[in-house]
């Protein structure tokens, strides 16, 4: 893990410096004079060489610094706080609904192999996979918002309603704890759209999978002597089929959460979700290089955990997975 | 199916549920104005920031010794009541008042004025290019604070109008670490004697401003600014169609129609003096020849762009300073018109019958690839090929100020609405902004004076002797000046306008008739 990190830091350091551009200019503005900029560039440190600057950057690293971003002039550390919980609420949102979805889906589609059901969720499956996430996001907020006025259009909560007391960030956690109805009934109603939208492409990777998984499964001779035992076919299903073949779901979820804090960076920006994505979006047209750096670190971080976990579920799912 | 009804049923009922706890999907408004934007706000600190996004909030929350009102050709006081320069222009005294507080009780006086101009030069950011000439601050009464410039700057009492000098009080030292002026705490906290203060900011959603009842200048009549960012701009459009927010901006050309058509919207008009140009790399062969640049300005037909590209909404200009403002000689324009025979001629002068190929560098902004598109085509009428290459913003600056561009394209609004701003920023042999690395002495000589010089009657000789300097060397190529646009709810009322002040909003000033 800590290797993989450490590759990592050193690209995202790399391809951030090639970008041709300077942040202090930027930062100062178009406007502004040539000993202003001197000056800036001075203070930021840019005028050093790469392998100092990229040092400096591993030893604060180390002490859990992540640097001070360029646009913001506020600890990249702090700033990325203050972003994560929207992210992680979409996210999680994004990750429940395409799972959930996914695996009903799926198993309805293999359990109704080649019926109209199989057939309707290859096609929600291919536009999940081939429909431009920021087209959907538009078109849904055209009917959704603008003709029907049934959810909002962007953000997390309404323009005239106080978020709620911060306690993770987490807006619908933390209103439903605050007993914040107002708030609660809000954030959820903001929380649809994004969410999926998101969640539509895992959907369908997910739901391929549950279905040729579950295929696979149910000819199998242990399904057949349950069914011979005279268990009713949802028991089947759910008690032998569904925990065998969701080992290749399990597997897919690091991948899956890979995929969704990716998707975040359009998706926020569509609906100016204010989480880490739109973040980073607006600190790469600043060229702010230790924002970008701190956004992919922990990004990665994440990715890392999440991998971990689901290394570790495999021994809860599948008994014959021990690890020494 | 009876099953799915009930599903449907369930769902439609949490949704009307959620709708009346959280009092319909935007809550109740109270009295206020909701902007909505695509630039993100990150920084409220005026000596640190220059980007728009934040200067409009900088605005409402401090207040600057002098303002610009709802007319252009005037400076109108705001913390200092009078001025006066003395006769060599290289010192200026201000009377200021006397009943301004900051938010934190801090009174306004000289010292507090002394102060903050030191921070700005302090601080050394962005917006300290204009106050470099300011050799010494002083504050010789408790109401009276006096400058003293390094050399004239006929443009000083202009720059005072601008946010970048907002005055912040030293009260803001309570919260500096490492030396940093207050910074970071600055970056996101309010403490202003302006009619506004920060209530509320949830980072890349929305900004909260709340008006300061006991305001020196008066109470607003609005309670509450809130600023909201909306990335893109067909859901601006939607929401102010939807008349769930009061004014969008950044909204684009194409849907201006739609919006001027619909009930209860209107698109605010005027002259803005955001103006538009090529540049030429002019020490390199082949716009290092003044007729070679004269043939692209024959080429362009400046109209079709206009109509084509701007659907209208801009009017072509000839020279540095934009129309609007003293300084110009309007008999220049539209003297460059598309003249085929003309621009063939002065290449095969050139010694570039055939043409030649050059490469138009640009980046994804506005409707810059759409122009690069035409000219294009337009070059190609006279032989000169053009090849376009496009980079992402940061790339292109930096190619723009290293002087890697050979032809270009490039927009700008003035710091502070003077002549000095277009002129000498743009064609001075050591300004930075220089793009077509132009080396003049002569030019260095004109600019040079007209800065020096305090009455502006002198200046605006020069600086029309200028205009028809460029008019001759074609240093760039003048495209079109923009119409500023701005749509918003009819409901929304004293909105004013000044060319000087875009892109801030007089929101102290305006109120809401539902």
Redesign the interface.
Known sequence: MIPTLFGVTILAFLIANL?????A?????????????E??RE?LGLDDPLLIQYSRYLSHLFQGDLGTSI????PVLS?LK??FP?TFELTLTALLFSGIGGIILGTLAAVKQDSLIDHGSRVVALAGVAVPSFWLG?IL??IF??KL???????????????PTHISGLYVFDSLFAGN??????S??HLVMPAVTLSLGALALVSRTVRSSVLDVISLDYVQTARSKGLRERIVIRKHVLRNALIPVVTMSGMTLAALLGGTVLIE??F?W??MG??VV?SI???DFPAIMGFTVLAALIVQIMNLFVDISYVFLDPRIRYG | MCRFKRIVFLVGLL?V??????????????M?V?LATAQ?M??L?PH?T??NSNMRLIYLIYDGLCQFGSDPSTVDPMLATSWEASDDGLSWIFQLRNDAYFEDGTHFDSAVAKFSFERLLGV??????PY?VIEEILAPEPYTLKFILKEPFGPFIWTMCSVFCRIVPPSVMEHEEDGDWG??WL??HSLGSGPFQLK?W?????VVLAAKKDYWGGAPKLDQV?V?????P??RK??L??G??DIAEDILIEDLDELIAAEGVEVFKAPSFHINYLYFDTQNPPFDDARVRKAVAYALDYDALIDGIMKGWAVPHEGPVPIGMWGRDDRLDGLYTRRLPLARQLLAEAGYPDGFTTTFTLAPIANWAQIATLVQSYLADVGITVKIEQ?????Y???A?GHEVELGIIG?TP?YPDPD?FAW?LYHSTS??NLSNYQSEEIDRILDGARALSEQDERDELYKEFHWLQHELVLVVYLYQDLFRQPMRTWVKGYYYNPNMQPLIPFQDMWVER
């Open positions: 970008i041709p551009g300077d942040p200019r930027l930062q100062a503005g178009p406007n502004a004079s040539r000993e202003v900029v000056r800036l203070k646009r913001t002039r506020r700033d203050t972003r929207a538009i907020q055209l918002f603008f006025r049934l959810l909002p259009s962007s953000g997390r909560i309404g323009q005239f309603i106080s978020s109805w107002t708030a609660l009934g809000s959820l109603l920006t569509v100016t204010p989480g739109l973040y607006n047209f600043a060229l | 949704t549920s959620l709708m009346v706890v959280s009092g319909g999907i935007f809550g109740q408004a109270p206020a909701v993100d990150d920084n600190d640190v220059t980007m050394g950011g962005g917006p300290s290019s470099q910074q970071a970056a996101d509320s949830e980072k890349g959603q929305r809130i909201r960012i909306i990335m893109e067909a859901t939607m929401e169609l939807a769930t927010i980079y992402s913003w940061p790339t600056i930096a190619m100020l700008i710091d701003m920023m930075e902004l």
